[in-house]
């Protein structure tokens, strides 16, 4: 890390890491042929951001869109302080999985006591601000590499054990079979110090119908 802190991937490097990876790999520059280059997808830094990602583990999209509503209707905002003060049952009243509204409940109180300071992992370097994640009950290697990726906007974290990543990456190498998370990160090695360009045009493809 320099002086100046991560590089942001934004719009314009979002553009200049797809020309570059394209120029590398022919198989990524023939997804970007076909349908374009990939949205930057970027999500605000901050609790809200964490505690969306963390609903999305293993559920789709629309299923973590309903729980994000029920806890806001629970909670009143989605702030650290205002799922403290709701509790487990407000929110398992909610509709919450217990599961779930333990791993919320254990983030509010970490970043409401300090433990976390999710501010400070904007200028962390990747492996900092992982562990920093990594550190907080029901926070995974996935869900640690997706805020990496979509909310701190780092250009070369790949999230191994992504289901749609691994179904692209098998339609785009043609492969004989889904990657396992340990092969799908050899394959990912090749696009370093993009790798996070890389999956972009991979889910971007997975999201047009290639799998």
Known sequence: MGAAGPTRLDDAGLRVGVASLGARDA??????ARHGPPPLWARPPGFATLVHIILEQQVSLRSAEAALTRLVAAAGELTPH???AAGPERLL??????????????????????RLDL???????????????????????????IYLLMALGRPDIWPTGD??????????????????PDEQAGIAEAWQPLRAVAARILWHAYLQGER
């Open 82 to 84: 205002a799922i403290v």
């Open 163 to 180: 289901l749609a990543l691994a179904t692209a990456m098998r339609t785009a190498k043609r492969l004989p079979a889904s990657p396992r």
């Open 27 to 32: 198989d990524l520059a023939g997804i970007v």
């Open 119 to 145: 501010d400070a992992l904007e200028t962390a370097d990747d492996d900092a601000a992982r562990r920093a994640l990594l550190a907080v009950v029901g926070i995974g290697p996935w869900t640690a590499d």
């Open 93 to 114: 009243g909610a509709g919450l999985t217990r599961q779930k509204t333990r791993y919320l409940v254990a983030l509010a109180e970490r970043v409401t006591d300090g």
